[in-house]
């Protein structure tokens, strides 16, 4: 169990208890993925929690402001590793230092998994999101090779 939540005056990053917690996030995931309905965020969420998946909110007293999904895995080239998962946070509060509460909280939810390393995939074409991942000392080791077998029914941006 993941006890260090962190609190930054009245942000407060918590892992999500459940996932009727997650689905109450629907429309902040909507706001990266717009065509993900309300039933396919529940059943995916059927599918994903039992292999590791969890999610991350970050809430400024009773609003819900950013989140994140969170992987636990074993990769052979890395051990265990915490994989960070569509990191988003509201228009308002983005260059805020949310990003850096939603960094900082997996770092340590990281150690106390017992994990060797963090990582995340990302659109080649999001710059801002880069620039924010290489402040946090995140770098490039590879690249993500995608090979769409129905590529329509795929979600991006």
């Known amino acids: 169990m993941i006890t260090n939540d ?27 993925y717009p065509s993900l309905s309300a039933e396919d965020y ?3 969420l059927d599918d994903m929690i039992p292999s590791r998946y969890s999610q991350v909110g970050v809430f400024e007293g009773d ?9 636990i895995g074993h990769k052979f080239w890395c051990g265990k590793f915490l994989e960070i998962d569509h990191v988003i946070v509201l228009e308002s509060y983005r260059s805020q230092g949310i990003g850096k509460l ?7 939810m990281a150690r ?10 990302s659109f080649t074409h999001n710059h ?24 329509s029914k795929m979600r991006s941006f």
């Open 112 to 121: 106390e998994e017992g994990c060797l390393s963090l990582g995340l995939d």
């Open 102 to 108: 939603i960094f900082e909280f997996m770092k340590n």
């Open 128 to 151: 801002r999101s880069h620039k924010m991942f290489f402040k946090e000392d995140f770098v490039i080791k590879g690249y993500h090779f995608v090979h769409a077998l129905e590529e």
């Open 6 to 32: 962190i609190k930054c005056m009245e942000i407060t990053v918590r892992k999500l208890i459940d996932k009727k917690e997650m689905l109450s996030f629907h429309p902040l995931i909507k706001q990266l």
């Open 63 to 71: 609003k819900k402001i950013g989140m994140a999904g969170v992987w």
């Open 42 to 44: 529940d059943m995916q």
